[in-house]
């Protein structure tokens, strides 16, 4: 089992609409979680942590259930510029308190 | 003003050569990390500096070696290039060890032909 999983998608989404997905960590220790946004041959950007009793920044929304072991990313009323592969990350404690990337979701917004 | 840059963006080599990218950052971070992305864009860490010292160090093979001769400076060397060597590699760094944010650079694209 990977450390981090996600479904890769992609999510096809129509403009407005809304979109949910989910990411499983296999480390209960893990101590810290966050969405990194990745856009097409570009770098990664840190989107926003995610903390024990969910937290919201604009459109998007994180929620976090340590019992299950996932976080979760919503984003509402989705814009063209929505469109970009979003990486979960996972700081699970280890020596050096190194962060493990999911492998992406891939979400395309269309008009 | 760049926070995180790295040189070359593009490298392009024949696999056995030994070629090196290099990264600065100007945020007066303590930590710098290399990670490599590869076909799959699965981004995993390879390296880890704190302070000019050695944090972290996955399980790479020796043909790569990271130095950093101060803290706003990490280099990566790689002999003896292999094809599966190609991939993005991604400097990034951050306030501390251990820090939510990290800060990445633009990427360096590395072909092994």
């Known amino acids: 089992r990977k450390e981090v999983e996600q479904d890769p998608g992609p999510f096809n989404v129509p403009e407005g609409a809304t979109v949910a997905f989910n990411c499983t960590y296999s480390?209960?220790?893990?101590?810290?979680f966050f969405w990194y946004r990745q856009d097409c041959r570009k770098e990664p950007k840190l989107l926003m942590s995610?903390?024990?009793s969910g937290n919201e920044d604009g459109r998007f929304t994180a929620q976090l259930n340590r019992a299950s072991q996932y976080i979760s990313l919503l984003i509402r009323d989705s814009k063209l510029s929505d469109s970009a592969t979003y990486l979960c990350?996972?700081?699970?404690?280890?020596?050096?308190?190194?962060?493990?990337f999911g492998g992406g979701t891939r979400v395309l917004v269309k008009p | 003003d760049t926070a995180v840059s790295q040189t070359p963006k593009y490298l392009v080599t024949q696999m056995g050569n030994d070629k090196s990218i290099k990264c600065e950052q100007n945020l007066g971070h303590d930590t710098m990390y290399w990670y490599k992305q590869d076909s799959k864009k699965f981004l995993k860490i390879m390296f880890s500096?704190?302070?000019?010292?050695?944090?972290i160090n996955e399980t790479v093979p020796n043909r790569f070696s990271p130095k950093s001769p101060d803290k706003a400076h990490l280099n990566l060397h790689i002999n003896s290039l292999e094809l599966g060597d190609s991939a993005v590699y991604f400097c990034?760094?951050?306030?501390?060890?251990?820090?939510?944010?990290?800060?990445f650079g633009p990427g360096t694209r590395l072909t092994v032909l």
């Open positions: 990034a760094s951050s306030y501390r060890q251990g820090a939510s944010t990290q800060y």
């Open positions: 500096y704190n302070n000019k010292e050695l944090i």
């Open positions: 995610v903390y024990s």
């Open positions: 990350v996972v700081n699970m404690g280890a020596a050096g308190n190194k962060l493990t």
């Open positions: 480390n209960s220790a893990s101590q810290s």
